[in-house]
């Protein structure tokens, strides 16, 4: 097959473009620039769009002796990611960029540009494996190593976009593995360091970076009875489950800690609460999408849930759950809910967890699973407790 | 089998430039040392630098600098010039066109910084300096300012400019003029005394030179400050250990390529038009760049190919066996919209969809048929891969 493998510098997408080779492909190297200067993102080594990351990357291409490009996605990254993003926390929303990254950037206009340029299909290092169900298609499941599993940032990708995809590193036993496989092999990137935190945002400070980007409105924080406890300089640099920060000078009644239980973006209000105030046991998504083909069982009402797994961050245990579709929304006037923001045209998901959830924020994604294999997502839209704990 | 269509970036070396070069670094001996190795690496790099001045019709060897390239040239002439001729700072003007080399306009973009006031002065369509424009930025304030920098060809669309015209223009208020002739040597007549520039910058690696070496070929009326201080070689002008073996190498390049000059042109432009017809009716909606004829390098072709990102259609091109350019990138690999078209009038993504074929001293008819064959194909599918600046039809399908 003709390959094209993403390189972003670091250690995993370069050994997923040499297992490429290894497997007989023609592989062409693409480093992706997500930024149009460069120079703004550069400080420290974080991210993933530096100059010495292309040049990493393309060390790496010429040790494999496979043709290598850079190509600019800088305008699209910044529409689809980053203006998203800023737009997303502005509505009181938590989103994550990397899986933004993933739907617009990496299998959406890269992977579309591959085809269109010939390729069959792109090659990341992802830790992910793509399986193959009797009839054919493909079904997306959790990597060898569940520590560095990414499957839950692969979430939002269709039947047709996995079909052009490949994890070559997915069936890794661990990261340290694929660190000596890179030693071995004599890359220069073998030992550098795992990138962590939002690329765009180079100092790691996102809070910071939002206050630069949002108009910062001060504001009032409230308990959940009404009670105004302090202010806040904006509400949208305030994440659900968030404890550190809250600037309360009153200690709670029962002199346990407080946490932020409500971001109101319209009212610009931050309402904090005890731990007990975060659980929450049913969830509602929006931007519903299914990770191959979709599960034939699930029904339209409670009474036709499946049995699933559903996991709310990338690094969170799934947790047991029964999953239903809602209605098909047409785009709803942005009046009706509590973020005013219209929902999106699409399949609601329905969510019931077995054991209450703490800090769901909206904007948050949540995967659906069933034992390793990745069933589908939805970005969660309002989560609520059923129980009243 | 590889056809290469970059010569505007590098052109292969010269295999006798390659005999002459490697020879001579085989030989010991810094020009200057007192001794006799000395003496003698002193006599081949002066005989070089009169080789060279020959061939560039400089009026006195001593005119020309040697530097490591078209970039120190550049920087050189134009920081030099300005410190100069500013150090009283009575002169901060600056005129700069805006099509020049990025070794020139960085360059005064940072002398902003320094206090310059840089006056860009516009070109048409086609990239040829608009000369009434300069004219009036001349006139508005003659006294104030240190010099004026236009390059003699450009490099993206290897548009030839009025270089006469602009030298008149400009020393009839006092100005002196500074042209990067980076890509004009080798490719159109160069005569240093006849063109009257004040300063010219040449590189050696364009004509089958090697990389590292160029010159700064300036009047004796001129010192510029220098940008490298130490040892005070080259008239104090610029400093650093002389290289021989690059002195060397470049005159007899510059030798090489000047030599028949007119004929050899004349067989470069044919392929050149060649070229742009076989594009023009192969691929209908492509547009070139630049001029026609007589105006434009006779190694350069550059077409806008609406709808094609230029580094899809390098990556086909590529792949297929033709090395070509889109003409800027910047440090991290990542190709630019050219500032070149966006001055001659173009918007951003026209500026994004083009490509460069420049031909040189090896190019064949056999690459030019080569090369026609197989555009067409490769323009309609990068043309299917669309902008990145589009949206991919299956991101507006239903869940």
């Known amino acids: 097959m003709k390959i094209l493998a993403a390189m972003s510098g670091g250690v995993d997408s370069a050994v997923a473009a040499a297992r490429a080779v290894d497997a007989g492909h023609e592989v062409v190297g693409v480093h992706l620039a997500l930024s149009r200067m460069p120079g703004t993102l550069r400080t420290g080594s974080r991210g993933c769009c530096t100059i010495e990351d292309s040049r990493d990357a393309h060390r790496v291409a010429g040790l494999l002796g496979i043709p290598f490009y850079v190509w600019d996605f800088s305008e699209r990254f910044k529409e689809d990611v980053v203006d998203d993003f800023i737009a997303e926390y502005s509505q009181g929303r938590t989103p994550n960029p990397c899986m933004r990254c993933n739907e617009r950037i990496k299998f959406a206009a890269l992977l579309d540009r591959a085809l269109a340029l010939g390729f069959d299909a792109v090659a990341t290092g992802h830790y992910a494996e793509i399986r193959h169900d009797p009839a054919g298609s493909p079904e997306l499941h959790r990597g060898v190593d569940m520590n560095k599993d990414q499957s839950y940032v692969l979430g939002v990708l269709t039947a047709e976009q996995l079909a052009h995809c490949y994890f070559p590193i997915g069936a890794s036993a661990s990261k340290a593995d694929v660190r000596a496989e890179a030693e071995h092999r004599g890359f220069p990137v073998a030992n550098k360091p795992d990138s962590y935190d939002i690329c765009f945002i180079p100092d790691g400070d996102t809070k910071a970076w939002l206050a630069d980007k949002i108009p910062m409105r001060p504001g009032l924080i409230k308990d959940t009875d009404g009670q105004v406890l302090g202010e806040h300089e904006g509400a949208m640099t305030y994440t659900i489950g968030q404890r550190k920060g809250l600037r309360i000078e009153r200690p709670a009644v029962d002199g346990r800690p407080r946490y932020v239980v409500d971001v109101d973006a319209r009212d610009n209000t931050v309402t904090v609460g005890p731990r007990r105030a975060l ?90 699973y069933r034992g390793t294999r990745v069933l589908g997502q939805a970005t969660i839209d309002r989560a609520s407790s059923r129980t009243a704990a | 089998m590889r056809a290469y269509f970059d010569h505007a970036a590098t052109s292969p070396m010269n295999p006798e ?19 006799a190795e000395g003496q003698a690496a002193r006599m081949r790099m002066e005989t070089a630098r009169e080789d060279l001045a020959r061939t560039i019709g400089a009026a006195t060897p001593s005119e020309v600098v040697f530097t490591s390239g078209g970039t120190e040239a550049d920087n050189l002439a134009v920081k030099g010039l300005w410190w100069a001729r500013n150090a009283d700072r009575s002169r901060p003007r600056l005129l700069v066109s805006t099509i020049e080399h990025s070794a020139v306009t960085d360059t005064a973009e940072w002398l902003q910084t320094q206090g310059a006031e840089v006056v860009w002065v516009p070109v048409d369509a086609d990239g040829r300096l608009d000369l009434a424009a300069f004219g009036a930025a001349l006139r508005e304030d003659p006294e104030r300012t240190a010099l004026a920098s236009v390059m003699s060809a450009n490099n993206e669309i290897g548009t030839l400019q009025p270089i006469p015209e602009i030298v008149a223009l400009a020393h009839s208020v006092g100005v002196p003029v500074h042209t990067d002739a980076v890509q004009a040597l080798g490719q159109v007549p160069l005569d240093f005394a006849a063109l009257g520039v004040d300063a010219m910058s040449l590189s050696a690696h364009k004509i089958g030179g090697p990389v590292g070496t160029g010159a700064l070929v300036i009047s004796r009326d001129l010192t510029p400050v220098p940008v490298l201080h130490g040892g005070g070689q080259e008239r104090k002008i610029r400093s650093g250990t002389l290289d021989v073996a690059g002195a060397v190498a470049f005159a007899r390049a510059a030798e090489l390529a000047c030599a028949d000059l007119p004929e050899k042109a004349a067989v470069r432009a044919a392929l050149r038009d060649r070229l742009i017809a076989g594009i023009e009716s192969s691929v209908p909606d492509a547009v070139l760049s630049g001029p026609r004829g007589a105006g434009r390098l006779p190694g350069n072709v550059h077409f806008v190919f609406p709808g094609c990102e230029g580094d899809a259609l390098l990556f086909g091109l590529d792949v297929a066996g033709f090395a070509t350019s889109v003409g800027s990138a910047c440090s991290a690999g990542v190709a630019r919209p050219s500032h070149v078209l966006i001055a001659c009038g173009r918007d951003e993504d026209t500026a994004r969809s083009v490509q460069r074929f420049s031909l040189g001293p090896t190019t064949t008819a056999a690459d030019v048929d080569a090369l026609l064959a197989a555009l067409p194909g490769i323009v309609d599918r990068a043309r299917s891969a669309g902008m990145v600046s589009s949206t991919p039809a299956w991101m507006n399908g239903d869940t």
């Open chain 1, 279 to 368: 659980s929450v046991d049913t969830l509602e998504g929006i931007r519903t999408s299914w990770c191959g083909a979709p599960p034939s069982d699930v029904g339209h009402d409670e009474a036709e849930a499946i049995d699933c797994e559903v996991q709310i961050r990338a690094h969170a245990d799934p947790v047991p759950a029964r999953m239903w579709l809602g209605e098909h929304i047409a785009e709803a006037p942005a009046s009706e809910y509590s973020v005013p923001r219209a929902r999106p045209a699409g399949r609601l998901m329905h969510v019931a967890v077995q054991e209450p959830l703490s800090g769901v924020a909206p904007g948050q994604t949540m995967v659906i």
């Open chain 2, 17 to 35: 430039v390659l005999a002459a070069y490697s020879s001579e670094l085989q030989r010991v001996g810094n020009p200057s040392s007192l001794h």
